[in-house]
């Protein structure tokens, strides 16, 4: 089986289209935790991976601290200035409010609220107005999280925003490739 494929039985969040007949039967929290467990991962990508496959609200503490400081790492690599260079403590808060951010869009993956990602509205019988069951945070929104003006964040911060979405994007890679093999020999052996 594909690895996307073996990957959304996973989530607890996704679309669940259990009409269809066929597939895998849908795996336990605790196997995926396990799966997890014995995968040879990065601690943030272990966290991560607890958060959104298995729904465990307990390490959003560690991996909350953990974005935060791969964020500000992220931003020494590329030579990000501070966004606010006469304050450090409101720089920092930033920083730290911008990992948030990155976390909520890992795990929430911007599902629509409306249709909850299947893209049709069931109350009116008619398509969503978002995209594909996707709405992404408004970028003003996300300025005002962050404690910027959304002039600021449209500029600079929005670029460097998705470019930290994407490299951490990268935990849900590690994941895939570190664990499919071991829910496919579980599929096998059950």
Same mark, same amino acid.
């Given at each position: 089986m594909a690895n996307a494929s073996v990957m959304a039985l996973l989530g607890h969040r996704t679309v669940q289209h259990d009409a269809i007949p066929g597939g895998i039967s849908r795996l336990t929290a605790e196997d995926v935790a396990g799966a997890l467990g014995m995968a040879d991962i990065s601690r943030e990508a272990y966290l991560f991976g607890l958060l959104k496959y298995v729904g465990d609200k307990t390490v959003i503490h560690e991996l909350d601290k953990l974005t935060q400081r791969a964020v500000?790492?992220? $931003?020494? +690599?590329?030579?990000?200035? !501070?966004?606010? *260079?006469?304050?450090?403590?409101?720089s920092?808060?930033?920083?730290?409010?911008?990992?948030?951010?990155?976390?909520?869009?890992?795990?929430?993956?911007?599902?629509?609220?409306?249709?909850?990602?299947?893209?049709?509205?069931?109350?009116?019988?008619?398509?969503?107005?978002?995209?594909? $069951?996707? +709405?992404?945070?408004?970028? !003003?929104?996300? *300025?005002?999280?962050?404690?910027?003006?959304?002039?600021?964040?449209?500029?600079?911060?929005?670029?460097?925003?998705?470019a930290c979405v994407a490299e951490f994007y990268l935990w849900e890679t590690e994941i895939t490739t570190a664990i499919s093999s071991k829910i496919n020999l579980f599929q096998q052996t059950s």
């Open positions: 500000i790492l992220f $931003g020494l +690599r590329n030579k990000w200035r !501070a966004p606010f *260079a006469d304050d450090d403590k409101r920092m808060f930033f920083f730290l409010q911008l990992g948030r951010l990155v976390i909520n869009e890992l795990v929430g993956e911007n599902i629509c609220p409306t249709c909850n990602g299947t893209g049709v509205y069931i109350a009116k019988a008619r398509k969503c107005s978002c995209s594909n $069951g996707r +709405r992404p945070m408004p970028k !003003a929104s996300m *300025a005002k999280f962050c404690g910027m003006k959304p002039e600021a964040w449209k500029k600079t911060w929005h670029d460097r925003y998705t």
